[in-house]
């Protein structure tokens, strides 16, 4: 049932599937950051660098920031298509969208890995 309904027949259900799953995601993401203060609860500093240090924190937090820009893409690109019905404006605002969206992961991935 789930496979046929993933196929060209139904081109939207990829898209609010893809939406539910970067929701998980950073609802999981969200569990466990709360599950890890309550256990380490850093206080200064050193600890908090410490709390954030280690490579496998990183990756899970960029996960983390790929899921949210990505949900926020396919949200964003569904308010334009219902709102905004000039095509040239909306195609306009999404590509502005999209090129904030990359310079923020950008940015993310400076600040997670200090480049």
Do not use: C, E
């Not at 990829?14 to 709360?34: E, F, G, H, N």
């Not at 660098?49 to 926020?72: D, E, G, Y």
């Not at 396919?74 to 999404?94: E, H, P, T």
């Amino acid at each position: 049932m789930l496979i046929q309904l993933l196929t060209n027949k139904y081109p939207g259900m990829r898209l609010w599937l893809s939406q539910r799953l970067s929701a998980l995601m950073m609802a999981a993401y969200i569990l466990l950051l709360v599950i890890l203060l309550a256990i380490y609860q850093p206080a200064s500093y050193s600890d908090w660098h410490n709390f954030v240090a280690p490579i496998w924190f990183r990756l899970v937090t960029f996960v983390f920031f790929i899921s949210l820009f990505m949900h926020a893409w396919l949200g964003v690109s569904d308010v334009f298509k219902d709102y905004i019905f000039n095509l040239k404006l909306r195609a306009y605002l999404q590509t502005v969208v999209d090129i904030l969206l990359v310079i923020y992961l950008i940015w993310v991935s400076f600040i997670l890995w200090n480049l």
